[in-house]
């Protein structure tokens, strides 16, 4: 009743934010223990800390509006996400140079 | 009134789209939807205020991110083919802890975050302030995580080439 009394007043309720970047970490959660491909499981990984993105910016909006760190938090994950990917996909692209798959399953044969 | 509908429509992009992601059985389709999500996640960004945000989100995921993944697909994988997932019993598995994980941090964000719901008017961050703050030394100010940043960068750099490039 509250959230709707909220919403009606002109304002969006912080949890609705939260909730919006919960389905989206959970759906990150879900593809990266589904899924064989590493690049779905590199897609997983984006999706979840896109949500955490999210939660940080949210909580620096509506708890601490005159400070800037969730903000600046945000800005540098953003960044460290970039490099990640990069790094990843150049890995990626070495296992599959060598095995001809981006499966998980057939990450064991490395060894040999 | 026309900000609840634009963040009803962005969250039901978000919540759609993010779920198609990572249930979708071509991997290019994935792809697209977790573009769209970015998108969407960019446009969470303006309604809350933070213009900034919105372009860093737009150029570096939008843009590079995206770029990357399409570059990373098509290299790697047969046109047409369907991806395999893992068994049934390891999905049915990964539903359930996505699913109770989810209920259980819905019930913590219910009961806990409901008495804190003021929404200060502006956010008032002005590319001056904002500029001070990245460059500062002082405290609150971020100077040297922006040069550990593009440290790593230049280390990510040149860890891509040296990992990527044929031998």
């Known amino acids: ?112 | 009134m026309a900000q609840q509908i634009i963040f009803f429509v962005l969250a039901a992009i978000i919540a759609i789209f993010s779920i198609l992601a990572v249930t979708s059985k071509r991997i290019i389709r994935s792809a697209t939807y977790l573009l769209f999500v970015l998108l969407a996640t960019a446009g969470l960004y303006l309604l809350l205020g933070y213009n900034y945000l919105f372009a860093v989100q737009i150029a570096v995921y939008a843009g590079g991110v995206m770029v990357l993944f399409i570059f990373a697909i098509l290299l790697t994988n047969k046109p047409g083919e369907s991806l395999k997932t893992e068994l049934p019993v390891r999905r049915v598995a990964a539903g359930v802890t996505a699913i109770a994980g989810l209920a259980f941090c819905a019930h913590v964000i219910y009961w806990n975050i409901a008495k804190v719901t003021t929404l200060v008017e502006k956010a008032d961050l002005t590319p001056q302030q904002l500029g001070h703050t990245m460059m500062g030394t002082d405290k609150y100010q971020y100077l040297m995580p922006f040069e550990t940043i593009s440290i790593l960068l230049l280390a990510c750099i040149v860890g891509a080439i040296m990992i990527a490039r044929k031998r």
């Open chain 1, 1 to 112: 009743m509250d959230i709707l009394n909220n919403i009606l007043a002109g304002q969006i309720p912080m949890e609705l934010y939260l909730g919006v970047s919960l389905i989206m970490f959970f759906a990150g959660i879900y593809g990266f223990l589904s899924r064989r491909s590493m690049l779905m499981i590199l897609i997983s990984i984006e999706l979840m800390l896109n949500a955490a993105d999210i939660n940080f910016v949210v909580f620096n909006r509506y708890l601490f509006p005159g400070q800037m760190e969730g903000f600046f938090f945000a800005l540098f994950t953003i960044a460290i996400a970039a490099c990640e990917t990069a790094v990843a996909i150049a890995i990626i692209i070495n296992i599959y140079r060598n095995l001809t798959s981006v499966e998980v399953g057939t990450l064991d044969q490395m060894k040999e």
